[in-house]
């Protein structure tokens, strides 16, 4: 039982971190591919 | 009056087609007085381009996805057609999900008529109420993390494969938008707890899991799942489970890979490194399915990530459900190596006596504290 809340914990830990340092990531990657495929850059 | 009537009639008419005349002269698409006449010769077809390439042959090139040039930054401009998306799509949305659908149907099916032939598979020699430790706390801690994560995947992930034609009739489009949308963000985050666990379970359990002679005979005999009295030896971990562990570890891999070409499209060429690779040793995998060959533009990259990662993470649900079946109900005692880390004495003996004479070797004290002192 003990295990099993540790492995809760660090699933949540993780998920969370993982999505507050990704997010800016994914968000500049969409908009990197929407950019590049939709325009010219000088 | 009727004479002025008519003379003015006539000649407003007249203006009038004069200036239709004029409007249609100016929209002519007729050539300009300095274009060059393009005469056919033989079985040319008429309106060279360029390089004297027919138009039709270019936009038959088009058409079949070649790859023209561009100045832009995102090079995949450059395939006006791409092809393959068509296949693509028909595969995707066609048999491969039926069957996809159906081979977890037959699993689950099979189970169930498993259980029904063998019933719960017993401890034949009763428990014994004795324990011994099967797994620590990081070792199930590694499990359940990795478990966890797994089984929110999959259901976030079937979501975004069936959702729509399961679970959107049901609860309506402005519910399911939403909650699709939510459930596909989790399934992004979620995934690297499921790498950690797998990297957590992968450190504790290779060395275990190493194939060895013992499996040989597990395997003949089916590890005695199919008959009573039949418990082939086995070390801490069997055959079925090495198998479960590989494939696991393999398929899992494999996901986060896909996964992450998935997360940050258009980046990666996993594909062409992968078919590149095999082929170097004799294996043409594009060759044996009919694909195309490598190097694969960015777009062939992300349609074959997504089917890949489909088909594994399919075929994995089915392992585990297989897994979780003989886990729980389908043998007595097999929950608690992971419930509790320890499990009872006759249920190690029975299937993994390897292990426990190990086990019970390193419990044995050095001669030297257990020699009898005469008595003087």
Redesign the interface.
């Known amino acids: ?4 809340i ?3 914990l ?2 949540l830990i ?6 507050f340092i ?1 997010k800016g ?2 968000s500049t ?2 908009d990197e ?1 929407y950019r ?2 939709t ?3 000088l | 009056m009727r004479v002025k009537f008519i003379s003015l009639f006539a000649v407003t008419l007249g203006l009038l087609f004069y200036y239709v005349g004029e409007v249609r002269a100016q929209s002519s698409v007729r050539p300009p007085s300095t274009a060059v006449e393009n005469k056919i010769k033989g079985n040319q077809v008429p309106g060279t381009i360029r390089n004297g390439i027919p138009k039709s042959d270019t936009w038959r090139s088009i058409r079949k996805g070649v790859a023209g040039s561009v100045s832009i930054p995102d090079k995949k401009a450059a395939v006006l057609i791409q092809s393959d998306g068509e296949k693509f799509r028909l595969i995707r949305s066609g048999p491969l999900l039926s069957n996809l659908a159906l081979l977890m149907a037959i699993t689950l099916v099979a189970l169930a008529g498993f259980y029904a032939y063998r019933g719960q598979i017993k401890v034949e020699s009763g428990l014994s109420g004795r324990t011994i430790k099967r797994f620590s706390t990081i070792e199930r801690m590694g499990h359940w993390l990795m478990a966890v994560s797994f089984i929110v995947l999959a259901i976030t992930g079937l979501n975004v494969t069936f959702g729509k034609e399961i679970i959107m009739p049901i609860i309506g489009k402005d519910l399911f938008g939403p909650l699709a949308g939510f459930l596909k963000h989790t399934h992004n985050y979620v995934a690297f707890s499921f790498m950690l666990g797998l990297a957590i379970s992968f450190i504790c359990w290779v060395a275990h899991n190493i194939p060895n002679k013992a499996d040989i005979n597990w395997i003949a005999k089916a590890g005695g799942l199919l008959s009573k009295n039949s418990h082939p030896p086995a070390d801490k971990f069997n055959a079925g489970q090495k198998l479960i562990f590989w494939g696991v570890m393999l398929g899992g891999l494999s996901l986060c890979f896909s996964g992450w070409a998935l997360l940050f499209p258009f980046e990666y060429s996993f594909f062409t490194s992968t078919f590149n690779a095999l082929s170097s040793i004799g294996i043409d995998v594009p060759a044996w399915f009919g694909l195309a060959k490598p190097p694969l533009t960015a777009i062939q990259e992300q349609q074959y990530n997504t089917i890949w990662h489909l088909i594994v993470a399919v075929l994995m649900v089915c392992m585990i459900f297989a897994h979780i079946y003989i886990g729980s109900i389908g043998m007595e005692g097999a929950f608690d190596a992971m419930g509790r880390g320890d499990v009872d004495e006759n249920w190690a003996k029975e299937h993994h006596s390897i292990w426990v004479e190990k086990v019970k070797e390193q419990e044995v004290p050095p001669p030297d504290e257990t020699q009898v002192q005469p008595a003087e």
């Open positions: 039982m003990k295990a099993f540790i492995s809760i660090v699933l993780v998920t969370f971190g993982a999505a990704l990531a994914f990657s969409a591919a590049s495929s325009s010219t850059r």
